[in-house]
């Protein structure tokens, strides 16, 4: 039996779908194969895709996106090829939605609603599902019809759609839609309760982390190989799989980087072009990892085609993160470094591709996250060690610190990430005569610690040591 061309759900298991896109003077595709990721998430969703179509347009049409003309192509194609589904490379509104399934009589789903289906298929811990839902709940509900019968346990045994449905729950004359809404803004408060409660928990967590140890944010496009690297340097556990989105929860673990020095290495969700808003909102926890380490590593898969769009567009979903979280915590927060991996080189057939790209990024790392025999990347082990103990560290000076003794856990942060060669107590005050690195005391301050430091006296936005490629301040850099 042929799959229903009904849109009551985003699920494309197994649907045979068509691809459709237009091509803007802003879009950003790879031009050697334009459908080439839009494909790889259809396919990731469950999705048999048996053809595409594309348009070039100064600008989209309002009703429909697409020229009434290419519609009817589009409808021609589906009929051939007997697809249900239209799948576009775009972010659609309701209406055109709606416009485009009455023209085609095919289920049109938007590029955020097959990110979205796909995020829902590969969460399995119960903030991700909570995330993922309030994200469907916000994005996908105003495009949707009849899918929401799982609310019915909300409103009581009658369900929505009785008349005796519980006190409350139907007013007179009152349609479907709209006991469809209240539901669905009543979950959507229950479900941001109760991620407030598991994300506020997580972000002191994470804080806590931060004061004790030097943590790195392990970021960049969904496939790059940033599970594979991780569980290379520690001990991992992370699932790593040659698809997208395979990791949707962070995950943290100890790597002993060497010279006595031992960092706090995280694994985080990819990214992806034009990634929904919704799905980046209910994901804030899970990206409070890349806002408040102390260094980033971004994956870079240099031998995929579309490498340059891919770092592109990490380093701007980045940019974003920043700027929101410099807006709601002030000079509190510190940015921090960032350091380009270019992942995969044992793809590659020489280095010319790599030496391109370490001279448009000076300071990059060329690396193949793949272990060797004895459990190290095949490629530029030393050289990440090197700059992960260079940044670490940072400018280490020998000072006294005084401290005042009310506050434990500004001690505890020298204690554990310097080395305190002395210690003298006054009545209220202690002097630690301590080896310390400036980017450690400039984090401490930003926290609100007081540290007197007479023979150096610190502003509390100091600049810190550079790195090849970046400025020496990277509050203004």
């Known amino acids: 039996m042929p799959p229903s061309k009904e849109r009551t759900s985003i699920k494309v298991q197994a649907e045979r779908s068509v691809l459709a896109a237009v091509r803007l003077p802003e879009s950003r595709f790879d031009p050697s194969d334009p459908f080439g990721e839009l494909s790889s998430l259809a396919e990731q969703a469950g999705a048999v895709v048996v053809g595409e179509i594309s348009q070039s347009l100064p600008t989209p049409v309002a009703g429909t996106f697409m020229g009434r003309g290419k519609i009817e192509e589009l409808r021609g194609l589906c009929e051939r090829l007997e697809a249900s589904t239209i799948i576009f490379d775009h972010d659609l509104s309701p209406r055109q939605i709606a416009n485009i399934e009455k023209a085609t009589e095919c289920k049109v789903l938007d590029r955020s609603e097959l990110i979205l289906d796909i995020f829902a298929s590969r969460a399995t811990t119960h903030e991700a599902k909570l995330q993922v839902e309030l994200a469907q709940l916000e994005y996908t509900y105003p ?9 019915e346990r909300i409103v009581g045994a009658g369900g929505a759609s009785s008349l005796t449905g519980g006190v409350g729950t139907r007013g007179p004359g009152e349609q479907q839609i709209e006991i ?21 928990r997580k972000r002191r967590a994470v804080r806590e982390r931060n004061a004790d140890h030097f943590t790195i944010g392990l970021v960049g496009y969904t496939n790059a190989g940033k599970s594979t690297l ?4 520690t001990a991992g556990g992370a699932y790593a799989d040659d698809r997208l989105f395979a990791t949707l929860m962070t995950r943290t673990r100890k790597w002993e980087v060497g010279r006595g020095i031992e960092v706090m290495l ?14 980046v909102a209910s994901f804030k926890a899970t ?15 240099i031998s995929d085609p579309a490498a340059e769009l891919h770092e592109r567009t990490v380093q701007t ?18 940015e921090p470094e960032r350091v380009l991996l270019l992942n995969k080189v044992d793809r590659l057939r020489d280095n010319a591709e790599v030496l391109v790209w370490q001279h448009k990024r000076p300071g990059s790392i060329a690396v193949s996250a793949l272990p060797d025999a004895e459990g190290l990347p095949r490629l530029g082990a030393a050289a990440l060690a090197d700059r992960v103990v260079e940044i670490a560290r940072g400018q280490v000076m020998e000072l006294d610190l005084i401290i005042p003794m009310r506050e434990g856990k500004t001690i505890h942060a020298i204690e554990r990430r310097g080395e305190v060669l002395s210690r003298d107590y006054d009545a209220d005050k202690v002097t630690l005569r301590a080896r310390v690195g400036r980017r450690l005391l400039d984090q ?4 609100g610690a007081h540290i007197e430091t007479p023979e150096l006296p610190i502003p509390a936005r100091a600049p810190w040591p550079g790195i090849p490629g970046k400025g020496a301040d990277p509050a203004t850099d």
């Open 266 to 279: 995280s694994d985080t969700v990819g990214f992806v072009r034009d990634l929904p808003h919704n799905l």
């Open 317 to 334: 979903t980045l940019d974003a993160l920043f700027e929101e979280a410099r807006e709601a915590e002030g000079e509190e927060f510190i």
């Open 287 to 301: 990206l409070e990892e890349a806002t408040h380490a102390d260094l980033l590593l971004i994956v870079l898969d």
């Open 143 to 151: 495009r949707l019809r009849a899918m929401w019968s799982h609310l």
């Open 180 to 200: 469809d809404r209240r539901l669905v803004q009543r979950r959507k408060i229950d479900l941001q309760r109760e991620l407030q409660v598991i994300q506020g």
């Open 444 to 447: 401490l301050r930003a926290q």
């Open 230 to 233: 991780f569980n290379t340097l």
